[in-house]
């Protein structure tokens, strides 16, 4: 069988010629790879293609070669199909209640109503309906990634206490983040002496390739298995405890060679390369804000043109003079009516972000207009602010965080190795 590489090449040149012969044979769809009982069309690789190829521009990335290119991308739909079969045989689907609400979402961050944003991708020459399905394929895959692995990943108090401790002590090292660059040469999971050697061989030939003064991120996205391949093998800013532990260990043989590697686990052979460290904070300080308030909750009784004026009588009240405390006792539905509306200091972080917002722009003294959150309607009276070093419980909800984060990427690898091992792919290039 001719290279895979070589394959793509023959089959996009069609893509890329002008010629009216070839444009006619490539207008005709044909199945390109079999995945279990699933397939990828022709057209379905050219519009992937033509959609990272735009993104990569954008992105100031150097193009590799169209043959590189396709090869990449349909491994990576292989594994995108291997997930949403099993997000089927896991019976999770996403309705299109649930699609319309991440879209509105999506919007909302954009600052568009949903019919402008509609527009907006229109114009971008992104259509709606595959970026729909896009989207239902990805809140699909997030669910079964929470079902089949964050849900199964165990962490204990004495792990959390252990590196907790390490980030007290040794707290500029252990919150340093780093930014690896990464390269996989694949195996499956027992593989044969001859694909070992193989495999071997590539990734030698890698790195005498680099250490000839090639560009990292560029030899990833040409030659690298890894997940992240198409954005040049990068793995963004983690701390040494986020890393996979093969190559947290290697941070400190990083800090004096440029790359690291060959590198042997379950998954295959890895290349490593240090791009960038940066340090973190080493104490952590939170703004904690002591308010008052009086909420009217939500009811099927009262209407909000009701609720609204009874409100804003009573803010009128407040201004005028009228004790906030004696009007929250009277008032409010809250269970901090009986204290006068005192909520005590409070983390923001504790807070719904509705509240947390208005009570941002509040000066000590003042009140807020009238707003909704989803307990009801609200009026906060600010009292006063104060910073408090929290570094103790901010560093044992980050080692819980760093650690959890390091099990669910070296989880993830495994499972997608496995998904990969046991699934019948067979590519169907041979008569380009």
Known sequence: MKSLRLLFSLFLLGILSNSPVIAQVTGVDRILTLVNDDIILKSELEQEISGIAKRLKSQGAKLPSIGVLAQQVLEKMITERLQSQAATRAGIVIDEITTDRALQSIAKRNKLTLSEFRKALTMQGVNYRSFRENLKREIALEKLKIKKIENKINITESEVQHLAQQLAVDNADTTRQYRLGHILVPLPEAPAPQQIQAAKRKVDNLLQKLNSGADFKQTATESSAGALALEGGVLEWRTRAELPTLFASQ??????????????????????????????????????????????????????????????????????????????????????????????????????????????????????????????????????????????TYQLNQARQMIRKRKISEATETWLRRLRDDAYIEYRLDDL
């Open 251 to 392: 941070l400190d043989t990083l800090k004096k060679s440029p790359f690291v590697g060959p590198l042997r686990s379950a998954s295959g052979f890895h290349l490593l390369a240090l791009l960038e460290s940066r340090e973190q904070p080493q104490t952590h300080l939170v703004t904690l804000t002591h308010a008052r308030h009086i909420l009217i909750k939500n009811s099927e009784l009262v209407s909000e043109q009701e609720i609204k004026p009874r409100l804003g009588i009573i803010r009128e009240r407040a201004l005028s003079g009228e004790s906030f405390e004696e009007l929250a006792r009277s008032n409010s539905e809250d269970g901090s009516a009986k204290d006068g509306g005192d909520l005590g200091w409070q983390n923001p972080e504790d807070l719904v972000p509705e509240f947390v917002r208005e009570m941002d722009k509040l000066k000590p003294g003042e009140l807020s207009p009238i707003f909704k959150s989803r307990f009801g309607w609200h009026i906060i009276q600010m009292v006063e602010r104060k910073q408090e070093d929290n570094t103790e």
